[in-house]
């Protein structure tokens, strides 16, 4: 298995601009996690899907974030309008969900607003 | 949800000195506690992990210490080599009817000096 696959890889978009990351994560697994990483605040769980539904997303800063997993192979962090504040590397991680698993990471998407 | 803090942020240790990265969780429902290590501009990868049913566990030069009591774990890594030197971040979590969900610690950054 290539492990959790994130598109791109990078991303440089102008203020207000619709952003839309993409996530596989591992075949078989059942749980999808979106984190946003800066230097100030770590490691920031947004939003976590069980089985393509969204369990929690009471880490979704605002409204101009949303996220979708329409099928178990796919999922998207969609940012609009976007701000230079929402500048971040955006992983997407997947773990087997069931019992105590470890969450396996995808490479990143390194996004910049200007 | 969960919150999990984590000391110090920064630390240095001169090359074959031991480490320890200290953390707390809140939710004493928290059972599964992983430490992953993110080299600079990469993705976080586990490196060791605890279950809620054991004290300590060791896995060559390092090794992690839970007090359930205290809602305290910690990475301990001997005999440190400038390969050590990343970033470090513990996790908490817990399995509720749907899955699993983790909670990062802020991360510490550690510096090995040859």
């Known amino acids: 298995d290539a492990g959790v696959i994130q598109s791109p890889r990078h991303e440089v978009t102008e203020m207000g601009q619709e952003v839309t990351l993409r996530c596989k994560p591992i075949s078989g697994h059942n749980s999808l996690f979106w984190y946003r990483q800066t230097m100030m605040r770590g490691l920031e769980l947004l939003i976590y899907?069980?089985?393509?539904?969204?369990?929690?997303d009471s880490g979704m800063p605002e409204d101009r974030f949303s996220a979708k997993m329409p099928n178990a192979s796919f999922s998207t962090l969609k940012i609009q309008p976007s701000e230079p504040r929402d500048s971040a590397v955006y992983f997407c991680a997947s773990s087997l969900g069931t019992g105590i698993t470890e969450a396996f990471f995808g490479q990143g998407t390194r996004l910049t607003v200007v | 949800g969960e919150n999990v803090e984590q000391h110090p942020s920064t630390l240095s240790v001169q090359e074959g000195d031991s480490a320890v990265i200290k953390c707390t969780y809140s939710d004493s429902a928290s059972n599964y506690f992983p430490w992953y290590k993110q080299e600079l501009g990469k993705r976080p990868q586990l490196i060791i992990d605890i279950r809620s049913n054991v004290g300590e566990k060791k896995d060559q030069r390092i090794a992690v210490t839970l007090n359930k009591t205290a809602k305290h774990f910690s990475l301990h890594i001997t005999e440190t080599q400038p390969e050590d030197s990343a970033v470090y971040f513990c996790a908490a979590s817990f399995p509720p009817n749907t899955g699993n969900q983790f909670y990062f610690g802020t991360g510490t950054s550690l510096t090995v000096i040859p």
């Open positions: 899907f069980n089985n393509n539904v969204p369990i929690d």
